[in-house]
């Protein structure tokens, strides 16, 4: 029996399995990774089936990145590195993976492949985790994080950050039910835990009491909602007073917050952005200079574009960002709002987040045009 597959099937097939491989990470960060190979050749491939489309989103990032390759260019000119060629490729992927995926989700048949390759990479993540070793409670490594298939634990938190709005924002869309909801939630929270990221932590925690409250039915959501939130509550604070969730490290390391020397804003690196002069604030120090004064990136989704690319580049990453925020608000609502742009944005405070592809995968289906009333596309509504 002969079976065909159209273009549309044997691409999204490609950007699928592009995405399950997302959390595998076999070579130093920073660097290219296998899923960015097989991602950018399905990108190609999108474009290629179904042209280039731009709406307001797409041409302020076309703009946006096309101004961060000219200033990194420069840097790498500057300083004749090659290794400073890298940065110019972030720019150039993300508006690849940006441009592309909105095209490939504008079409309703795409959001099956989108999920298949959600599915399998967070069963990837959370098998990592079990093979590589995860230690819940404190023993002699108490300072030992897990990592998986990342690099470091930071990648793995903010995967599952990523993760949780994905599939919180596929539900509210109908596409997922409540059983499918709950399965992904309870391996978001295990992969959060896991990192002992305490960015990721508290921005899965704001991400489930958002989807709590869209699990009720009209008027009676809020009050449901409410209920989950005060039992949970309730549950926490009595296991932690009786010293029950003494000995768990994620207990610990919210525990310890604020006592860091990495929390404070300057170790962030903010502190440079009161540095910068005339030309600093038209065009950035450059990523190299950056990391010269700083000792390392700055550790925020937003500061880091205005610190590298200057104010005009930072400027149009917030427009970009409000015009993300008000068409999730129009068409899903505040709740919407709360689960799939306040995660990301919250641990976005910390660490930046915009170099992730899983980030842009979460941004262009926000803005996708048809991914609303496909309810029980996935699994049924439970």
């Given at each position: 029996?002969?079976?065909?597959?159209?273009?549309?099937?044997?691409?999204?097939?490609?950007?699928?399995?592009?995405?399950?491989?997302?959390?595998?990470?076999?070579?130093?960060?920073?660097?290219?990774?296998?899923?960015?190979?097989?991602?950018?050749?399905?990108?190609?491939?999108?474009?290629?089936?179904?042209?280039?489309?731009?709406?307001?989103?797409?041409?302020l990032l076309t703009v946006l990145s096309f101004m961060?390759?000219?200033?990194?260019?420069?840097?790498?000119?500057?300083?004749?590195?090659?290794?400073?060629?890298?940065?110019?490729?972030?720019?150039?992927?993300t508006w690849l993976a940006f441009v592309s995926l909105r095209t490939w989700l504008d079409d309703p048949r795409s959001v099956r492949f989108l999920w298949m390759g959600l599915v399998a990479a967070e069963l990837i993540a959370v098998a990592g985790v079990y093979y590589f070793g995860y230690g819940a409670t404190i023993g002699s490594d108490g300072a030992w994080r897990s990592v998986g298939t990342f690099n470091n634990p930071n990648q793995l938190g903010y995967f599952s950050v990523c993760m949780l709005s994905l599939v919180g924002l596929l539900y509210l869309r109908g596409v997922i039910g409540r059983l499918m909801l709950g399965g992904m939630l309870a391996g978001v929270v295990f992969l959060a835990i896991a990192s002992l990221s305490k960015a990721a932590m508290l921005a899965c925690a704001a991400g489930i009491v958002a989807i709590a409250f869209s699990l009720g039915w009209k008027r009676s959501r809020v009050l449901i909602g409410l209920v989950m939130v005060g039992v949970l509550t309730v549950v926490l604070v009595s296991q932690y007073d009786s010293g029950a969730l003494g000995d768990y490290k994620f207990v610990k390391r919210l525990q310890d917050m604020g006592t860091q020397d990495d929390d404070s804003m300057a170790e962030r690196g903010y502190s440079i952005l009161m540095d910068a002069g005339a030309s600093e604030f038209l065009v950035g120090f450059g990523s190299q200079r950056v990391k010269n004064i700083v000792g390392h990136e700055v550790h925020s989704t937003v500061a880091s574009y205005f610190s590298n690319f200057g104010f005009l580049v930072g400027f149009l990453f917030v427009i970009f960002l409000l015009i993300w925020g008000r068409r999730l608000f129009y068409r899903d609502g505040f709740v919407g709002v709360m689960v799939a742009a306040f995660p990301p944005m919250l641990y976005g405070l910390t660490h930046n987040g915009s170099r992730f592809t899983i980030f842009w995968v979460l941004l262009a289906l926000s803005l996708s045009k048809r991914t609303h009333g496909d309810k029980g596309l996935i699994s049924p509504a439970a």
């Open positions: 029996m002969k079976v065909l597959l159209s273009k549309h099937a044997v691409v999204s097939i490609w950007v699928a399995m592009g995405l399950a491989l997302a959390p595998v990470y076999l070579w130093e960060s920073g660097g290219m990774q296998v899923s960015h190979v097989l991602l950018a050749v399905g990108f190609v491939a999108v474009l290629a089936l179904r042209g280039l489309r731009l709406d307001l989103p797409g041409i961060m390759v000219l200033r990194d260019g420069y840097t790498a000119v500057y300083y004749a590195s090659f290794e400073l060629v890298t940065p110019v490729f972030y720019g150039i992927f």
